[in-house]
């Protein structure tokens, strides 16, 4: 997997698929302990700073897959289709010890 830099801003490249966004922000949650920082851009304009977290099972993925947040105490899920950008932001997680 590609290694993603804090404060790089990544958008999904022409080639890939919608589910693009959710195949990637899943990889890094799968790589890191706790919640993961990040500002995600949608394809509305609309920015939100908000945690990563685990998706709840009992949401439906959708055709491209979900993207769960938590901003400000918010819980927030997008289709992956409507995310146009993220920037991971500097915070308190940790790459996961290898079991």
Request: charged share 25%.
């Amino acid at each position: 997997m590609t290694t993603f830099e804090i404060g790089t801003r990544y958008e999904r490249p022409p080639a890939e698929a919608p589910s693009w966004f959710h195949d990637v922000l899943t990889g890094i949650r799968e790589q890191r302990e706790g919640d993961i920082p990040l500002r995600v851009e949608a394809t509305t304009g609309h920015r939100v700073g908000a945690l990563l977290v685990e998706g709840d099972p009992a949401i439906p993925p959708g055709p491209h897959g979900k993207v769960s947040l938590n901003s400000h105490g918010e819980d927030l899920v997008i289709g992956s289709e409507m995310v146009a950008a993220f920037t991971l932001l500097p915070g308190k997680t940790a790459k996961k010890r290898d079991e």
